[in-house]
């Protein structure tokens, strides 16, 4: 079994030697000039709507009709909430497996973070991954292996500030092009009066 994720960010070069893989079940591996067999099944991954880049002329047609037998549509993490929580777990467990750390959330520390991490604020671009970042981040800063409320309001602050900088600003719709003139300080004081004044 073969994962491919983001299929959809291939190279039209990619694309041709990953047909050529699928249908000849043979392939190269990176720095070789062996050939090598592998009856593998692929399982692929993307957020890129792969029929709008068919008809684009951005991803092969062949290819895809090769990787398209069954289609699951999975919905992000802001719509999955209930989903937060057990990936919280894992990803906490994950980190103790891969450093040797225990590392633990202090109680207060674990409902904040839920709290906020299932509010409507929590945008959860970056879906599982941005999240499974957000808790290295909290357990590298762990102290004595808590997790503490301290740490937690860190990286909430860190994650809203972030998905602010993703969206066009107030001072951006005044400003236009002329507001990445102004250095960070700056913005984020008439950032702050806009808000006052709207």
Not at 17 to 41: C, H, N
Not at 70 to 77: D, V
């Given at each position: 079994?073969?994962?491919?994720?983001?299929?959809?960010?291939?190279?039209?070069?990619?694309?041709?030697?990953?047909?050529?893989?699928i249908?000849?079940?043979?392939?190269?591996?990176?720095?070789?000039?062996?050939?090598?067999?592998?009856?593998?099944?692929?399982?692929?991954?993307?957020?890129?709507?792969?029929?709008?880049?068919?008809?684009?002329?951005k991803?092969?047609?062949?290819?895809?009709?090769?990787?398209?037998?069954?289609?699951?549509?999975?919905?992000?993490?802001?719509?999955?909430?209930e989903?937060?929580?057990?990936?919280?777990?894992?990803?906490?467990?994950?980190?103790?497996?891969?450093?040797?750390?225990?590392?633990?959330?202090?109680?207060?520390?674990?409902?904040?973070?839920?709290?906020?991490?299932?509010?409507?604020?929590?945008?959860?671009?970056?879906?599982?991954?941005?999240?499974?970042?957000?808790?290295?981040?909290m357990?590298?800063?762990?102290?004595?292996g808590?997790?503490?409320?301290?740490?937690?309001?860190?990286?909430?602050?860190?994650?809203?500030?972030?998905?602010?900088?993703?969206?066009?600003?107030?001072?951006?719709?005044?400003?236009?092009?002329?507001?990445?003139?102004?250095?960070?300080?700056?913005?984020?004081?008439?950032?702050?009066?806009?808000?006052?004044?709207?």
């Amino acid at each position: 079994m073969l994962f491919l994720d983001e299929i959809g960010e291939l190279g039209a070069d990619e694309q041709a030697m990953l047909l050529k893989a699928i249908e000849e079940k043979t392939f190269y591996p990176f720095g070789s000039d062996r050939q090598v067999s592998s009856d593998f099944q692929l399982i692929a991954g993307t957020v890129r709507d792969l029929r709008q880049l068919v008809a684009e002329g951005k991803f092969r047609e062949d290819l895809y009709a090769r990787i398209n037998l069954w289609t699951f549509t999975l919905p992000g993490l802001r719509q999955r909430q209930e989903d937060i929580e057990p990936n919280l777990d894992y990803e906490v467990e994950r980190h103790a497996t891969l450093t040797g750390d225990s590392v633990r959330f202090n109680t207060e520390a674990r409902r904040a973070w839920l709290a906020f991490a299932t509010s409507p604020q929590a945008t959860w671009r970056g879906n599982f991954r941005e999240l499974s970042a957000s808790v290295t981040r909290m357990a590298t800063f762990a102290t004595s292996g808590r997790i503490t409320l301290d740490v937690v309001e860190d990286e909430i602050n860190r994650l809203r500030y972030n998905w602010q900088e993703s969206r066009p600003s107030a001072l951006t719709a005044l400003l236009g092009a002329e507001a990445e003139n102004i250095n960070l300080f700056d913005r984020m004081q008439l950032e702050h009066v806009i808000a006052i004044c709207r």
